[in-house]
């Protein structure tokens, strides 16, 4: 069976569900592959407009499942040293974070009970994270002996603040739902049963927008939390804008706001 469940919830909405329920959805090698195959196929899917990612069972994912081993796939010699060896497997695990910030579909990250290592990676590195009462953040790379890995010391700071993150990251205690609000970690915390609800609630209200649009807005966002100027990330933004409203799917969102309709896009 597949580590991870792929459906469509609703039209260009694609949800992945991790899928070890029995092992608190933890990644061995093999999940870790399977994942990054998927998001690369979502970068080039034209049909996808919203991913939502979600865990089945108890928790949203526990971190790296400490009884897998061996040789990960994209390591193509069985030979190298230890050193190599881990360097090679950290190369390609930590490209999930960056390919999912690269994806031209927003990512909403559903979270319920335990998120955690990669998971807390996971949660960090999409565009907004809707946490279930249940929620719960740990940084539990600790663990394993290092302290950080997958992007957390870059992607927590923008979210809670350098100080907050600091003590995040250093102490390893658990941030539940409730302050996962309250500090910006997770966009808000909603009732468990209400979970899919909300993150379906956004999906929606993103598709009506103009795919391009959608595309070219979260990749400013993104690019021009490093942009070195006001000037400059008004250059990106006017270049996107540039490119959206020369479509015909523009043209659309425009005709059917004015007629107070639905609108119809062909990705033309």
């Given at each position: 069976?597949?580590?991870?469940?792929?459906?469509?919830?609703?039209?260009?909405?694609?949800?992945?569900?991790?899928?070890?329920?029995?092992?608190?959805?933890?990644f061995?090698?093999?999940?870790?592959?399977?994942l990054?195959?998927?998001?690369?196929?979502?970068?080039?899917?034209?049909?996808t407009?919203?991913?939502i990612?979600?865990?089945?069972?108890?928790?949203?994912?526990?971190?790296?499942?400490?009884?897998?081993?061996?040789?990960?796939?994209?390591?193509?010699?069985p030979?190298?040293?230890?050193?190599?060896?881990?360097?090679?497997?950290?190369?390609?695990?930590?490209?999930?974070?960056?390919?999912?910030?690269?994806?031209?579909?927003?990512?909403?990250?559903?979270?319920?009970?335990?998120?955690?290592?990669?998971?807390?990676?996971?949660?960090?590195?999409?565009?907004?994270?809707?946490?279930?009462?249940?929620?719960?953040?740990?940084?539990?790379?600790?663990?394993?002996?290092?302290?950080?890995?997958?992007?957390?010391?870059?992607?927590?700071?923008?979210?809670?603040?350098?100080?907050?993150?600091?003590?995040?990251?250093?102490?390893?205690?658990p941030?539940?739902?409730?302050e996962?609000?309250?500090?910006?970690?997770?966009?808000?915390?909603?009732?468990?049963?209400?979970?899919?609800?909300?993150?379906?609630?956004?999906?929606?209200?993103?598709?009506?927008?103009?795919?391009?649009?959608?595309?070219?807005?979260?990749?400013?966002?993104w690019?021009?939390?490093?942009?070195?100027?006001?000037?400059?990330?008004?250059?990106?933004?006017s270049?996107?804008?540039?490119?959206?409203?020369?479509?015909?799917?523009?043209a659309?969102?425009?005709?059917?706001?004015?007629e107070?309709?639905?609108?119809?896009?062909?990705?033309?």
């Open positions: 069976m597949a580590d991870i469940l792929i459906d469509e919830v609703l039209p260009g909405v694609r949800r992945l569900t991790l899928n070890r329920p029995e092992q608190l959805n933890a061995t090698i093999d999940t870790y592959a399977e990054i195959e998927i998001l690369r196929a979502l970068k080039h899917d034209s049909k407009r919203v991913v990612l979600t865990g089945s069972g108890r928790a949203f994912c526990a971190g790296h499942d400490l009884r897998s081993s061996g040789l990960a796939q994209w390591v193509d010699d030979d190298l040293g230890p050193t190599y060896r881990s360097r090679h497997h950290m190369t390609g695990m930590a490209s999930i974070p960056v390919l999912m910030r690269q994806l031209p579909q927003p990512v909403i990250a559903a979270v319920n009970g335990a998120a955690a290592g990669i998971g807390f990676s996971l949660a960090l590195a999409a565009d907004m994270c809707i946490a279930g009462s249940s929620a719960k953040f740990v940084n539990s790379i600790h663990n394993v002996g290092t302290g950080h890995e997958l992007g957390m010391s870059y992607l927590l700071p923008r979210a809670v603040g350098t100080q907050r993150a600091a003590e995040i990251l250093l102490t390893a205690r941030i539940l739902a409730e996962a609000e309250r500090i910006g970690l997770v966009l808000r915390s909603v009732p468990e049963d209400q979970l899919m609800e909300a993150a379906l609630e956004i999906a929606s209200n993103i598709l009506i927008n103009v795919p391009l649009g959608v595309w070219l807005t979260k990749q400013s966002l690019l021009n939390q490093a942009a070195g100027s006001l000037e400059a990330a008004i250059e990106l933004e270049r996107a804008v540039f490119m959206a409203r020369s479509t015909e799917d523009a659309e969102k425009r005709q059917s706001f004015l107070k309709r639905p609108p119809v896009f062909r990705n033309k």
